[in-house]
């Protein structure tokens, strides 16, 4: 990856991961928690989402590898502010990786409506924008710590299974290494599959 495609997709990525974090947080808004409204973080401000080594470090290195990926600082959200109990945490854990597929599909329809009228340029590009909000909602849809599907996945698992919850929650360091560097391979091939579906490319 060349140097100027290293910086195209840290950008992408960057904004991508800002995009899936108000997503979350406008989520809590809707449902009645202003926790992360009170802390700033209802902002398209990147400064306010950024750190240091899910925002920079790791996509520089990953990006080394051929991909992209990162993270920004999760949002807060208090679940006793939450008007429904039941679903608000199902709803607010699936909103980020909901957005990032639908930048995914936005721009792969403008790939597939406009292609002939596209500049080699934009395609490109838009060609990052897609493979990366792909990577990211797949990823984040992992039913394991810390990532949104584990959230969903315990949103509707019966009060019997909390004692599950608090296994995973309590090694999620262990397990999200486990995804890193054994599960992912498994999931990964179906990235290219998903892309063209939406671009038809």
Do not use: C
């Not at 990006?63 to 679903?87: C, D, E, H, L």
């Not at 486990?178 to 391979?185: N, P």
Request: glycine share 6%; charged share 10%; aromatic share 14%.
């Amino acid at each position: 990856m060349d140097g100027l495609t290293l910086i195209v997709s840290i950008i992408i990525l960057i904004m991508s991961v800002v995009v899936h974090e108000l997503s979350h947080g406008y989520t809590a808004e809707l449902l009645g928690d202003p926790t992360p409204r009170l802390q700033g973080r209802l902002t398209l401000n990147p400064l306010k989402h950024l750190e240091l080594f899910g925002s920079f470090i790791v996509p520089l290195i990953t990006s080394m590898a051929g991909f992209t990926f990162g993270w920004a600082k999760p949002i807060q959200w208090n679940p006793y502010n939450v008007k429904n109990k039941r679903w608000g945490e199902f709803l607010i854990a699936l909103a980020g990786p909901l957005s990032n597929l639908f930048i995914a599909i936005v721009f792969g329809f403008v790939i597939r409506l406009f292609w002939n009228s596209l500049s080699a340029s934009f395609i490109q590009i838009s060609s990052y924008v897609i493979a990366i909000n792909i990577v990211l909602a797949i990823f984040n849809l992992i039913p394991l710590p810390p990532l949104d599907g584990s959230k969903v996945l315990f949103s509707i698992l019966p009060p019997s299974m909390t004692r599950v919850r608090e296994i995973l929650e309590r090694y999620s360091i262990f397990f999200f290494l486990i995804v890193i560097f054994f599960l992912w391979r498994f999931v990964e091939p179906i990235i290219p599959w998903i892309f063209r579906v939406i671009t038809g490319v």
